[in-house]
């Protein structure tokens, strides 16, 4: 008889602790003044890849979400929702204390796997610091955008709510992005090394690389190079050399002391000291006057001095490759093992369960979490 009861007794409370995720997260969020952000979600839970996204929010694991005020959907036209929303959302939960200090950088990765553009499973990354004018403030970078946070997060249940004040645009394909204001020294985009890349018709393998550190030269850099005197070829080497194939290094993943053979065969080694952040190659210096410029397969850094030099080794630069894309598929195995965890952080040993079990995913979660971003540049 009591078991009976209990058993009665016990089927509400079991069905209030399994309440599906969804719609208590959508009044959620509608209760706290995010009306616009709740629709999203709602149009998004009727497609596969966002029913999927949301399914993982509604798991125990840790998730930032970069929720956009009401208003900032007012000057939204037609966007992917899917992408833009999977975008907002990261594997980690961010604290504003662990944001990098104005013009230095944080990376988070987010739920976004845009196109397949990276390497294995590499999912589109966000660019944060603590803004310059409020430091209890976020400060997402884009190319040519900034956002910021506005008021303080809340946390509901494993997932921490961050407004922000506008709805983030997802990375844009290189040549877009070396179009837009990205520096004071590019006020116009990089249109030098755009006519370049045009003139020597490098378009397409710089688009088409997959997972690419793009160490792009200003306006100012170029102006000084008698590219009359180079063909077309050597001028091709010249642009090549500013290129790391098939490795995608986002600030806070450049050692000093790192060396890698850039997409012309040449040697490249990056240096950091009190004036800032180099690369050199072939004896020229160039200083990184902006760094993680995200786009659609990489990330751009832009320099003030061309490196390298029109003389190539194709050999070297294809082994290079083959190289990098070999590191790139075992740093991207198992569902949730996403990007290069710095090796200088001490990362706990991860446990002996077989990969894509809820465990190793949650524990290659939590390794991101605790070790990705507590290191950054010295540059902005
Ligand atoms: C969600 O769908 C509703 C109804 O179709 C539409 O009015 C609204 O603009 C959509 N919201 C977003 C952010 O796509
Ligand atoms: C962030 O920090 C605040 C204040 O220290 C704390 O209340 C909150 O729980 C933290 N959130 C996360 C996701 O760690
Ligand atoms: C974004 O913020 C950075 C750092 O404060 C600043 O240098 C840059 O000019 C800002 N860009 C835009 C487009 O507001
Ligand atoms: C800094 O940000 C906090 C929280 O968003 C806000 O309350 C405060 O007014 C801001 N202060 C300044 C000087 O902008
Ligand atoms: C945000 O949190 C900080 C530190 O916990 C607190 O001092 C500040 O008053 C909070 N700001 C708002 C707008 O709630
Ligand atoms: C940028 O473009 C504008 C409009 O075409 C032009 O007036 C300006 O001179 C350009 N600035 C630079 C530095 O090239
Ligand atoms: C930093 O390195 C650059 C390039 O090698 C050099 O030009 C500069 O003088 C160095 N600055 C300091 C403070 O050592």
Redo the contacts with the bound molecule.
Sequence with gaps: MLRAVLAVLSLPLLASAQAPFLPTFQSTLSNLGFGRFADAIKNLSTTSTGSELLASLGSSLPYTVYVPVNEAWDSIGNVDLAKVLAYHISPS?I?T?DIAPPRRHTIAYTELRQDQALPGRQPQVLVLETSPVNDTRVLIRGADWNTTSRGNGT?YGNI?LQPIDRVLSPPLPLLDVLRHPLDSSAVNGTTAALALINNVGLQDTFTGCKGCTFFIPNDAALAGINFDALVSSQRANVLLGHVINGDVRYSTELDAGDTWISAAGQTVAYGVNATGAFITSGGAIARIVRSDILCTNGVVHLVNRVIGGPIGNPDRAASALTAASVLAATQTTADGIIGRIPTSIPISPTSSTPPGSSQSRASARRRISSGFWMRWLHIA
Excluded: D, I, K
């Design positions: 939960s604290n204390t946390a921490w």
